[in-house]
């Protein structure tokens, strides 16, 4: 069954350190979602990209985040320069079209990688 | 107040009780996702369900639009049902997905 992967599992990196966050989602699916879950607390969503660009973010997706679907299956999230704040749980997540606006569909999510800011 | 309201926090039940998750939420939805997050932290999606009730082996989603509010059952509860449940609405087709703060249910044998 195909599925979303997601590189590295875990990460440790310096404050202030950029880090890239990698995924490659189901290969048909079109819309593309990034969610971080900082230990202990409910997830939160970060970033969608559909058609190539952002379609929706949320106000933890500040200056220092970027995504980026270079070639034709990865989708990354890069932090340019890290906070300890930013240690977490990120999920990758992605889902097919829908068949009406109203309509949504099941996102289907990757094992996660696990953010260590020191 | 948060959008997605789940009860209760934390359940623990012997093996082959029958449980029931609750979420209530607060704005309008094109759907609501059932969801089971594993210790090691993997999320998996149970259930997504816009209307009436959904079924799939001991598990059984509902959800009342009028009100507000979906259940999660799950029948013969055994040991490896242990997990976090988390109960997310999605608003249009490609919107973000809202989460609740999740049910951690542990079942003894």
């Known amino acids: 069954e195909p599925e979303v992967t997601q590189t590295p599992s875990h990460q440790v990196t310096q404050m202030g350190q950029e880090v890239i966050l990698r995924c490659v989602p189901i290969s048909n699916h079109l819309y593309f979602y990034w969610y971080r879950q900082i230990l202990g607390q409910k997830v939160e969503f970060l970033v969608s990209?559909?058609?190539?660009?952002?379609?929706?973010k949320s106000e933890i997706f500040d200056d220092q985040f970027s995504v980026e679907r270079p070639d034709g299956s990865n989708f990354t999230l890069k932090i340019r320069s890290t906070k300890l704040e930013d240690s977490a749980m990120y999920f990758c997540?992605?889902?097919?079209?829908?068949?009406?606006?109203?309509?949504?569909?099941?996102?289907?999510f990757g094992p996660g990688t696990r953010l260590l800011v020191l | 107040k948060n959008e997605v309201e789940q009860s209760p926090q934390n359940l623990t039940a012997q093996e082959g009780e029958f449980i029931t998750i609750n979420c209530s939420y607060s704005v309008g939805i094109s759907a609501l996702h059932w969801l089971q997050q594993h210790p090691g932290g993997g999320i998996v999606s149970l259930f997504m369900?816009?209307?009436g009730k959904k079924k799939h082996g001991r598990l059984i989603a509902t959800i009342n639009i009028q009100e507000k509010h979906s259940s999660l059952h799950i029948t013969a509860s055994h040991p490896r049902d242990s997990a976090v449940y988390i109960c997310?609405?999605?608003?249009?087709?490609?919107?973000?997905?809202?989460f609740g703060e999740g049910t951690q249910l542990t079942v003894n044998p």
């Open positions: 997540a992605s889902s097919e079209k829908g068949r009406q606006r109203d309509y949504a569909e099941t996102q289907y």
């Open positions: 369900l816009s209307s």
């Open positions: 990209f559909y058609n190539n660009e952002i379609s929706e």
């Open positions: 997310a609405v999605s608003r249009t087709s490609g919107s973000r997905l809202t």
